[in-house]
Nanobody, 115 residues
């Protein structure tokens, strides 16, 4: 089993920054991709960013240039640096760790951007 725990959410004003963290623990011997997804009020969960074990990244168009995903493989931790936040970034942010092709999800952390 793999446990995934997010942290770092909160309330921030438009234009502000937040850094989310996500730590995976348990049977993490082979973590492949780690990623961030979000679900805004009344919306479906959507992709935000992903990083492979080798450090290759990919971003949703809506966050490219504002968000940066990074990873510490030794700590099985992935980060999401979010800059220039907008009210439309308000959502519950979920972390995902893929182990042996199976995705494990965290419980989510709330990010609220006030206008």
């Amino acid at each position: 089993q793999v446990q995934v725990v997010e942290s770092g959410g909160g309330l921030v004003q438009t234009g502000g920054s937040l850094r989310l963290s996500c730590a995976a623990s348990g049977s993490t011997s082979t973590i492949n991709d780690m990623g961030w997804y979000r679900q805004g009020p009344g919306k479906q969960r959507e992709f935000v960013a992903i990083i492979t074990s080798g450090g290759i990244t990919n971003y949703a168009g809506s966050v490219k240039g504002r968000f940066t995903i990074s990873r510490d493989n030794a700590k099985n931790t992935v980060y999401l640096q979010m800059n220039s936040l907008k009210p439309e970034d308000t959502a519950v942010y979920y972390c995902n760790a893929v182990v042996l092709n199976w995705p494990y999800w965290g419980q989510g952390t709330q990010v609220t951007v006030s206008s």
